[in-house]
């Protein structure tokens, strides 16, 4: 999808841009055409052909506003091209509403309807379950006043302050919270690494303690008992004392304690390797 994102962004930066005049005049034969009485071929063919080159003029505006929405967008794991075919449609409906009879350049008055069109796709795709736009421009706008709140505020008070029923915003908190559903593929970390959401959850399939050490209690219990107590000593007891606490405890010298480890060590080592690296069939 990346190759596909560059190739785009080469595509429309080959598009020369317009001037002012040409974005006037242009702009002029799509207000007449969406305007005319009378639907004439001329005044058609004119208004469509206007409407095309100023959309394609301004497919890079597209693209400066969908870039600021770069965080949020890989938040909720949405598509960059997504975004900007969202944006192309919100561009599409301000060719056909923009008067440039009232003076301002198309960009300011673009801007607003492609960046309406990006927030709304972000809305109804923020949630792998779609709802309503009025349900989650409610729910975003009661985040919004709580957050700005010193205090929390009750369901009440935010209902009575955004003008609805309490049950009707007790309705669409329930809905937005039930709805918001995390893919597992979502990135985490900021610091570049490549781990989703899915790393961090624990795998049922993983070995127990039981699967990890019960099998080896087998193989320690043909061990001499005194080299079972030393390893017991050593490595099973809290702090896991040294050498010389170890000898002090059973009367030996600290070398013969030592001995006694190794061997017991070894031994464990070869019975081990077998089962640890089994040869292959």
Not at 103 to 125: N, P
Request: proline share 4%; with cysteine.
């Amino acid at each position: 999808m990346a190759d596909a994102l560059g190739d785009y962004l080469k595509t429309i930066g080959r598009i020369p841009l317009l001037a002012d005049a040409e974005e006037v005049h242009l702009g002029s034969l799509v207000r007449q055409w969406q305007d005319a009485d009378e639907q004439t071929p001329s005044v058609i063919r004119r208004g469509r052909r206007a409407h095309t080159r100023m959309v394609n003029a301004n497919l890079r505006l597209v693209v400066t506003i969908v870039s600021r929405y770069a965080r949020r967008s890989q938040h909720l794991n949405q598509d960059a091209m997504d975004l900007i075919q969202a944006g192309n449609i919100g561009l599409i409906r301000a060719v056909e509403k923009f008067d440039p009879s009232r003076g301002y350049k198309f960009s300011t008055y673009g801007y607003w309807w492609i960046k309406q069109a990006v927030g709304r796709y972000l809305h109804e795709h923020s949630s792998s379950i779609r709802l309503p736009v009025s349900v989650t421009d409610l729910a975003v706008k009661a985040g919004q006043l709580q957050a700005a709140s010193e205090e929390s505020l009750s369901q009440s008070e935010l209902a009575s302050q955004l003008g609805q029923s309490e049950r009707r915003l007790r309705f669409v908190l329930h809905t937005a919270e039930r709805c918001h559903i995390q893919s597992l593929d979502q990135q985490v970390g900021s610091n570049g690494q490549d781990m989703t959401l899915i790393d961090t959850v624990a795998s049922v399939e993983g070995p127990t303690i039981h699967d990890d050490y019960q099998w080896m209690h087998t193989h320690i219990g043909n061990l001499d008992p005194m080299e079972r107590k030393v390893l017991r000593m050593r490595f099973a007891t809290e702090g896991k004392p040294s050498l010389a606490k170890v000898s002090i405890q059973l009367g030996l010298s600290k070398d013969k304690v030592q001995r006694i480890e190794r061997n017991a060590l070894s031994k464990l080592r070869r019975r081990l390797e077998p089962c640890l690296n089994p040869p292959a069939s």
